[in-house]
């Protein structure tokens, strides 16, 4: 039994299992975020129903609020598992690659919010009574851009905010702010598809906007996440 | 360029951690030979953690340098290959099995077919028959066993004990310091910090004594490590 | 040190200048009036807010490679900085759009942008301001400040491509001579007020470092 510096795919591989199966163990988190996402549906119907063309015009704005605090919660969730015995430092102590334990960690979160929209965006659709069968596939392109773009960007950051005093309300108010560009191409570029707005170039722009901007904070944060778990 | 003298010799030289508003490490330079035990002691905030961190690459330096083997420590990962870290928190994932976590750990470790050895070793710690329950039923001792399993599993040339008999009973303690023996047995550099002085001098054949981020002693100790710490801090502290 | 008194003389001195280069020598614009001379400060403040978050980005890089608490002390000071001059941006602009527009908010790409910075260093200095002292809040801020300077290229386009059916300002390319006489003078005069206060909060930063170190020095030897 000897020692080999692990590959970057097999660790990659082993986190996702190990939280696969502690999540299917525990049902904590899915059951939460499953909840939180009916809550969030009757919420934003109650405060969004009106007449059929408006309610067109404002499923893209509740969509996207939905998913903002999905996203909030999931990224909160999956590293209280890592902090609560202080796992975390035994995974990072290990000569795994930390960038991909943070890279497994973003997909976990990008997963967990995007399984909530499956969830959310369907009743929502039924709750406003839009019919988004015909452009479904398009909205959850968009949704899961925006869900990667949020996992980016929150996931490093919830790392850090276990520093923090009040995390929890911190962890929102610096994550919104700084996945505007994403939130703003989602709910423009979902109109677009609605046929609500109509863009310059269709929604081809904003896809590409929000690729560009889950390419570059990914890679960014893969990149100094070393520097930032050091202490 | 390994020097028959510089072989399994961990050495720091002119460590030092600043934080913003102090020194929690100041200019130490200190060796940590093959085979030995070393008692890491002083009062708190005497810079016990922040030497482990740096250490275990949870830290960063300041000023100094680390070296293994004869080699400057620059490449963390290889670094941390070697290291097996005991801590005041037990560090395993409480929804997964005792097997499950040692596997994991193990697939972090890169160790090729560990299902022999993790058996072994849980059947040394004492926790074959618990194997495959999860974490979150266990004790705090049999927490902190899981956890020496952890860290023994793949077989590191460094162990950095961090307070790693919290928890544990008499005869977790007793296990516990049979395995660091044989850890010790087998070459590997051990480094303890722990208040419990009794238990400490049982296994320690050296100590440094910190205070104030400063070296106060390095060296061989005998029978009586309390008088060495008494002589070097004082009986009040 | 001696720079300091000298310096803070030529910055009065200079803000006096564009004062007076601002409501005297600048003409009066046609359509706006006098409420066009916000312009002068506007702008410049504008550019330095985004030079705070900059200076404060290059300031957090460097903390998170080498631990120095003067880094730190740097990047904090800079982006207290920046927030200040986005401050004024972020009066300035409604006092704007209600003269220009009739409205005291209007969805402009630029004042946009700099309203969703402007939030997302102001989280910045909440965290620092309640978060806790310890070195991993510090961590914690330098990850933000990291991230949060490049956005400002993302929000920009994001901003702009979302209200693409609104023309440029007039302004950035209807300057006369005279309006440029002003511009540039007010914006030398907030460079120097800019710097002024950097190195003033940079040094309160660092003194504060000072002092909790003589406390605890202190207590240590109260302790013993």
């Known amino acids: ?231 | 360029m390994t020097s028959a003298a510089e072989a399994g010799l961990l050495r720091v030289e002119g460590l030092g951690r600043a934080y913003d508003d102090h020194y929690a490490l100041v200019d130490l330079d200190a060796e940590f030979p093959p085979g030995s035990v070393t008692a890491l002691l002083g009062p708190n905030g005497a810079g016990k953690s922040t030497l482990i961190g740096i250490l275990s690459t949870r830290q960063s330096a300041t000023e100094g340098r680390v070296y293994f083997d004869g080699r400057r420590v620059a490449d963390s990962a290889s670094m941390r290959q070697r290291i097996g870290f005991v801590g005041h928190r037990t560090m395993v994932y409480s929804e997964l099995t005792a097997r499950e976590n040692l596997q994991f750990f193990a697939r972090m470790f890169g160790l090729v077919s560990p299902d022999d050895a993790i058996d072994a070793l849980l059947d040394r710690v004492g926790l074959m028959r618990d194997k495959d329950r999860p974490v979150n039923g266990f004790s705090r001792g049999m927490s902190q066993r899981l956890t020496l399993a952890r860290a023994l599993l793949p077989k590191p040339s460094i162990l950095l004990l961090d307070e790693p008999l919290t928890g544990l009973d008499q005869a977790g303690v007793r296990l516990a310091l049979t395995l660091f023996r044989e850890a010790r047995d087998a070459g590997a550099v051990l480094i303890m910090a722990s208040h419990d002085l009794v238990a400490t001098s049982k296994l320690a054949d050296r100590a440094l004594i910190l205070s104030s981020g400063r070296k106060r002693f390095e060296g061989a100790t005998g029978e009586d490590l309390a008088a060495v710490y008494a002589e070097c801090i004082g009986e009040a502290a | 040190m001696k720079l300091f008194p000298v310096m803070a003389v030529v910055g009065a001195a200079a803000v006096a200048a564009a004062h007076y280069l601002t409501f005297i020598v600048a003409p009066m614009e046609r359509t706006m009036g006098a409420a066009q001379r916000i312009f002068y400060f506007h702008v410049p403040s504008a550019w330095l807010c985004y030079l705070g978050f900059i200076l404060g980005f290059v300031g957090s890089i460097v903390y998170l490679y080498n631990r120095k608490a003067k880094a730190d002390a740097f990047a904090l000071a800079a982006v207290e900085v920046g927030l200040c001059f986005g401050l004024i941006v972020l009066l300035t602009g409604p006092l704007w759009a209600r003269a220009a527009w009739g409205v005291w908010w209007k969805w402009e790409p630029r004042l946009t942008s700099m309203a969703l910075l402007f939030l997302i260093f102001a989280a910045y200095w909440v965290l620092r301001s309640f978060g806790g002292r310890g070195e991993g809040v510090r961590r914690f801020a330098a990850v933000l400040a990291v991230f949060g300077a490049p956005n400002i290229l993302f929000v920009h386009v994001a901003v702009k491509k979302w209200r693409g059916d609104h023309p440029d300002m007039v302004v950035s390319n209807g300057l006369t001579s005279d309006m440029r006489l002003a511009l540039y003078p007010s914006l030398l005069a907030l460079l120097i007020v800019f710097f002024l206060l950097l190195h003033l909060r940079y040094r309160a930063h660092r003194d504060a470092l000072t002092v909790q170190a003589i406390r605890r020095r202190l207590a240590r030897l109260r302790g013993i």
């Not at chain 1, 973003?106 to 995007?114: A, E, K, P, R």
């Not at chain 1, 709750?127 to 980016?152: E, K, N, Q, Y």
């Open chain 1, 1 to 231: 039994m000897s020692g080999a510096a692990p590959g970057y795919v097999a660790i990659l591989s082993a986190v996702l299992v190990k939280d696969l199966r502690a999540e299917l163990r525990s049902k904590e988190t899915l059951a939460t975020m499953g909840l939180f996402g009916l809550v969030m549906t009757f919420i934003l119907a109650f405060g969004f129903t009106a007449d059929p063309a408006t309610n067109r015009r404002v499923i893209p704005g509740a969509l996207w609020i939905a998913l903002l605090f999905a996203g909030t919660l999931g990224v909160g969730r999956t590293f209280a598992r890592e902090a609560k015995d202080d796992a975390f430092s035994a995974l990072i102590l290990s000569p795994a690659p930390r960038s991909a334990v943070l890279l497994a960690k973003m997909i976990v979160n990008f997963c967990l919010s995007l399984s909530v929209m499956v969830l959310v965006t369907p009743l929502l659709a039924i709750m406003l009574r839009v019919d988004l069968l015909p452009s479904l596939g398009p909205i959850m392109l968009m949704l899961a851009l925006g869900a990667g773009g949020f996992a980016v960007v929150g996931t490093p950051l919830a790392v850090m905010a276990v520093n923090a005093r009040f995390a929890e309300v911190l962890l929102p108010m610096v994550v919104f702010p700084m996945v505007s560009p994403v939130l703003i191409g989602g709910v423009k570029g979902t109109s677009v598809i609605l046929g609500t707005t109509f863009g310059d170039d269709g929604v081809g722009g904003w896809i590409q906007l929000m690729l560009a901007f889950d390419v570059a904070f990914g890679v960014g944060g893969l990149f100094l996440f070393e520097r930032m778990v050091t202490e």
